[in-house]
């Protein structure tokens, strides 16, 4: 039917014309209250948004010469994050010349990646950029 046609009916009955599908062809209307349309379609976006799951990354930095204590304090922070439904960017940040000895840094993410195989599952593999290496570690399904 015509959009004039359609827009009387619509005013007849004291409601709205509303194109609810554009980018048909034919273009798709409907005789609905507008005000109320637009508040179910707030409500629903408002309903998606809630469903959603939002993950981070919290980053645990160590140094080549982590010493034992430092190492197990901070592997026990990062295993708390996988619980908690985080991912973890273990970093080992070399300085000077420390980066010759890539495999300090290759040794301590491969031991943190077996320290914390049942709580996390490796994401991307240890890579070095620059004058750091990283791994990233995401935590198990339940």
């Not at 359609?6 to 980018?23: F, M």
């Amino acid at each position: 039917m015509s959009p004039q046609e359609a827009l009387s009916i619509a005013r007849s009955k004291g409601l709205d014309l509303v194109e609810v599908a554009p980018q048909a062809r034919p273009p798709v209307c409907r005789i609905i209250n507008y005000g109320k349309w637009q508040y179910e379609q707030k409500k629903k976006a408002k309903e998606a948004k809630a469903k959603q799951t939002y993950v981070t990354v919290k980053e645990i930095k160590f140094r080549p010469g982590t010493d034992e204590h430092d190492y197990t304090f901070k592997k026990n922070h990062a295993e708390r994050i996988l619980q908690e439904g985080d991912k973890v960017k273990g970093t080992v940040h070399f300085r000077g010349r420390e980066i010759t000895h890539k495999e300090l840094g290759i040794a301590l993410l491969k031991r943190l990646e077996r320290d914390l195989a049942e709580v996390g599952t490796v994401e991307a593999n240890p890579r070095l950029e620059g004058m750091n290496m990283f791994i990233i570690l995401a935590p198990k399904k339940k």
